[in-house]
């Protein structure tokens, strides 16, 4: 098994951009997480999904969208890259509530 | 605010000692849990405990939850440079998004040679 794999590793946008950050899964698990990571912040939810077809916002939902059509990907729009959105971004997946994360590598991506 | 709140911030031993970190956390939890983070890497789970449990022991990892102090520690015995990593406490509320984890802010440790 894969596990959980991210694409791309870097990237660098400009403001006001767009991009699609990319989360697959080999697990058959139910359950997908956006976080992102900043200094001192620990990791914040973004958007999670806990079924195909199924999507919601968490902490800190605005500037990105979500959609999961399949089980195995859960991918995270960026609409109008901000300098805010700066940051390291994990997926993860779990096979259900209560259950342990599974995370990917990350993708670190930079706004100027 | 944050659920979880880790304890020390930093925290730097010398090979072959013990590191105790510390997590508080606010609301009622089913369980929780700790990740360990290596530099430029995902979360790496360590060890999950629920709520109706005291103690759990994985390998030379110890932790301990105490409901009634909302608090939890895990201990690292006989510490190696390989255990050079932040670590991250997890509470899964039932009160947080979708039963998801509300991360702290992690402790960083560091073991010498």
């Known amino acids: 098994n894969a596990g959980v794999t991210q694409t791309p590793k870097f990237q660098v946008l400009k403001t006001g951009q767009s991009m699609t950050l990319q989360c697959a899964q080999d697990?058959?698990?139910?359950?997908m997480s956006w976080y992102r990571q900043d200094p001192g912040m620990g990791l914040r939810l973004i958007h999670y999904?806990?079924?195909?077809?199924?999507?919601d916002q968490g902490e800190v939902p605005n500037g990105y969208n979500v959609s999961r059509s399949t089980t195995e990907d859960f991918p995270l729009r960026l609409l109008s890259a901000a300098p805010s959105q700066t940051s390291v971004y994990f997926c993860?997946?779990?096979f259900g509530a209560g259950n342990e994360q599974y995370f990917g590598p990350g993708t670190r991506l930079t706004v100027t | 605010s944050q659920q979880g709140e880790e304890d020390p911030q930093a925290l730097s031993i010398q090979e072959g000692e013990n590191a105790t970190m510390n997590c508080s956390y606010k609301?009622?939890?089913?369980?929780l849990q700790w990740y360990r983070q290596n530099s430029g890497r995902g979360l790496v789970h360590l060890i999950l405990?629920?709520?109706?449990?005291r103690e759990k022991h994985s390998g030379r990892l110890r932790v301990t939850l105490d409901t009634s102090k909302k608090s939890s520690s895990l201990l690292i015995t006989a510490s190696r440079a390989a255990d050079t990593a932040s670590y991250f406490c997890?509470?899964?509320?039932?009160?947080?998004?979708?039963?998801?984890?509300?991360f702290g802010p992690g402790t960083r440790l560091s073991v010498l040679p």
């Open positions: 993860a997946s779990r």
């Open positions: 697990m058959n698990h139910e359950y």
């Open positions: 999904s806990v079924g195909a077809g199924i999507t």
């Open positions: 609301t009622s939890i089913n369980n």
């Open positions: 405990i629920r709520s109706n449990e």
């Open positions: 997890a509470t899964d509320s039932p009160y947080a998004y979708g039963q998801n984890f509300v």
